[in-house]
């Protein structure tokens, strides 16, 4: 009851070490995942003061988040306010969509305009 979850930001070694330094420097405060694939072995969607141990790619816990928002929106109705939040490329919705579009692609997902996408909003502890 009272364990922690952890929590991986990208797939590649490159990829996770540039997210983890943007939410250690306070840049990246929000994540996002497709509900149809990122959950699809039955993990819940995380809840609002849920607290994380955030991994490095060896597997080690670099720090904890905590949820202060969780929403489930379509993937065409991702908002400014969480690009902005999430902290990489240009923070537009329109950056999101397209970059992670191409993300979840090369992991085989195609997303679609009403896919639905978790957002998580977070705080370093």
Sequence with gaps: ??????????NTREVRD????????????????????????????????????LLDYKGKAIATIVATRVEIVD????????ALAEGEGDLSAEDFRKSHAKYWAEDGFKVKDDSLIVLMYFEVL
Aim: glycine share 10%; aromatic share 10%; hydrophobic share 40%.
């Design 18 to 53: 540039e997210l983890n330094s943007l939410v250690l420097a306070g840049k990246k405060r929000a994540t996002a995942g497709a509900l149809e694939w990122d959950y699809e072995e039955g993990e819940p969607v995380e809840r609002v003061g849920e607290k994380f141990a």
């Design 75 to 82: 993937f065409i109705d991702v908002p400014d306010e969480f």
């Design 1 to 10: 009851m009272n364990e922690v979850r952890t929590i991986e930001l990208g």
